[in-house]
Every structure is written in structure tokens, then in C-alpha cells.
């Protein structure tokens, strides 16, 4: 059962232009949710993260936003630059329920700046 | 800066060989993690722990299991590798949950491969 989705499994994007990386939860009780990028033979760097209790956070050309009632976030990276290139991670975690410590991660999305 | 390190980089193991991999972090973080991490399947949580003697199954424990003797340190071992077990596998720290916004700091990660 998988709680968090990422149903792309690549996107490609030109440079200058905007990335939009998806991600669906189906758990209601997830309260905080946490974007990770990855490049390849690294672990993953955290990236952003949003409370339940927004619906957008911004950080510098990365914002995320957040629709409770979808179940849905979404990262977008603007204006997208080669070292974009990497695999993002999408990972929602809920406090206050068994387990409540664990991270629960996508499966990740390729996303490629084409110069 | 969080600093954590996994001791192996890249292994070669042979079946039904038992595999350590050593994980340190240097915050003083109550909580650890081994996620492993496959192709089209995300990072998956295989040992959890929220204080030293203390640890959770996550969602992937068999053929794993983990010790945590010192705060530091938590180490994963593979009782007797099988190829289904090559894979990256990734350690993390974290700072005990007084809430779910807490961020995750991962290791560079250790790739092992069972023949």
C-alpha cells in the first residue's frame, strides 16, 4: 500500500523554464510533508517542507504547495538550471499515531534541465 | 552542520555471508534510520530507532536486523545476504519528534551488491 505516490517517473524541462514535480498521499493523518533531492551515489539533501497548516511555502526558486483536500503537493523550481537535475523525493510523516517517527517516501521523480 | 556517516561506501558480499553496515551521526540525534533504496520503488524503511536499545520495524524488516548500543551509532546487519538484498541503502538521522517537522539528515549512502 503505498501512502505517498509520485506518478511521474521522469520529466524533462528546459532551462530557464518551470518544473512542476507531483506527489499524492492517501494517509489523512500526514501533517507534514518534506521534499528531498538526490543525485546519483549521494544521499538524498533536504530541499523544502510544508505544515499541514499552510497550503504554500516559499524558498528562494522552490515553493511548495500543498492542497489538504486533494491529498496532493506539489514542488515547483523557478526557473529551472541544469544543476536541478537530480531525483526528487516526496516524503509525508504524521506525529501522534504508531510509527509516528518514520518517513514516508515516494517512489521519486527524475526531473532533466535540457540546457 | 549534521554529519552522517556510513562507513562502507561500496561492498561485494557472497550469499549467505552476514553484512554489517555502521552508521554514526554526530548531532546527538535520538532518532535513526536504514531506508534502502531501489529503482521505481522509493526509499523503503527497513529498522527505525528513537533512542538507544530502542528500535521499530518499518515497512521492509525481514532478513534485516539492527543494534543500537551507543546514541551515535546504529548498525544494520544482514544475518545472511541473498541477492534480493543489493541495493543502496541509506542511513539517516534525525532529532526526537516533539513534532513531525523535524527534518531528516541521510549519509552518503552504501552500496552493496550480493552475488
Known amino acids: 500500500d503505498q501512502q505517498v505516490k509520485q506518478n511521474s517517473p521522469s520529466l524533462s524541462v528546459q532551462e530557464g523554464r518551470i518544473s512542476i514535480l507531483n506527489c499524492d498521499y492517501t494517509?489523512?493523518?500526514?501533517?507534514?510533508f518534506l521534499w528531498y533531492k538526490k543525485y546519483p551515489a549521494e544521499g538524498p539533501t533536504f530541499l523544502i517542507s510544508i505544515s499541514s497548516i499552510k497550503d504554500k511555502n516559499e524558498d528562494g526558486r522552490f515553493t511548495v504547495f500543498l492542497n489538504k483536500s486533494a491529498k496532493h503537493l506539489s514542488l515547483h523550481i523557478v526557473p529551472s538550471q541544469p544543476g536541478d537535475s537530480a531525483v526528487y523525493f516526496c516524503?509525508?510523516?504524521?506525529?501522534?499515531?504508531?510509527?509516528?517517527?518514520?518517513?514516508?517516501f515516494g517512489q521519486g521523480t527524475r526531473l532533466t534541465i535540457n540546457p | 552542520d549534521v554529519k552522517v556517516t556510513q562507513s562502507s561506501r561500496y561492498l561485494v558480499k557472497r550469499t549467505g555471508e552476514k553484512v554489517f553496515l555502521e552508521c554514526v551521526q554526530d548531532m546527538d540525534h535520538e532518532n535513526m534510520f536504514w531506508y534502502r533504496q531501489d529503482p521505481g520503488l522509493g526509499l523503503r524503511l527497513i529498522y527505525f530507532?528513537?533512542?538507544?536499545?530502542?528500535?521499530e520495524k518499518g515497512d521492509i524488516p525481514e532478513g534485516y536486523s539492527v543494534s543500537r548500543e551507543k546514541k551515535e551509532r546504529f548498525s544494520l546487519i544482514l544475518e545472511s545476504a541473498s541477492t534480493n538484498q543489493t541495493s543502496m541503502y541509506l542511513c539517516a538521522s534525525r532529532q526526537g519528534a516533539t513534532s513531525s517537522g523535524n527534518t531528516i539528515y541521510f549519509g552518503e549512502g552504501s552500496w552493496l551488491t550480493v552475488v
Open positions: 530507532s528513537y533512542d538507544v536499545k530502542m528500535k
Open positions: 494517509n489523512s493523518m500526514f501533517d507534514y
Open positions: 516524503a509525508a510523516s504524521a506525529f501522534g499515531i504508531q510509527g509516528a517517527q518514520k518517513l514516508v
